[in-house]
């Protein structure tokens, strides 16, 4: 019987580094890519518009919900859907929506009398992953 090479937190991981790379690649900065101690990849960016750069590259733009763009979006596709319903939503259908959701926070950065934003986000290593996939594949195609 064959044996995992790579177990699911090695493989995430593994996501981690390669998404730090690709990023660092892309000119996209960022202070830090980790493994949380809760399973979810923490990517920490000085600036927002490096996480900006980051959604654009890396997050296809169907607007759908379920969708990896309606995860980035904090669920926002979902949660609009099931507010439009013609009943209220159940606690849990909200409380999936937001667990399923990018957790992006973001505070002040005075840089002088300039205010400038920080900026992180904790995304699946599935999602990671595919971000990681996307990022190469747009570096790929556009040396």
């Not at 996480?51 to 296809?60: D, I, P, W």
């Not at 379920?66 to 669920?75: E, I, L, N, P, V």
């Amino acid at each position: 019987m064959a044996q995992d090479w790579m177990g699911s937190e090695e493989l995430a991981q593994f996501t981690v580094e390669e998404l730090s790379r690709v990023m660092d690649l892309l000119g996209i900065n960022h202070m830090g890519c980790y493994l949380a101690d809760d399973g979810d990849v923490s990517i920490s960016f000085r600036d927002i518009r490096d996480a900006e750069t980051m959604v654009s590259l890396g997050v296809t733009a169907d607007a759908r919900p379920g969708t990896m763009y309606d995860r980035a979006t904090a669920s926002c596709l979902t949660l609009s859907e099931l507010g439009r319903g013609p009943e209220s939503p159940s606690e849990g259908d909200v409380r999936d929506a937001i667990e399923a959701g990018w957790s992006w926070t973001i505070h002040p950065n005075m840089v002088g009398r300039r205010m400038d934003w920080h900026v992180s986000v904790d995304i699946t290593p599935e999602d990671a992953s595919q971000l990681a996939a996307n990022l190469n594949a747009m570096r790929l195609v556009n040396p």
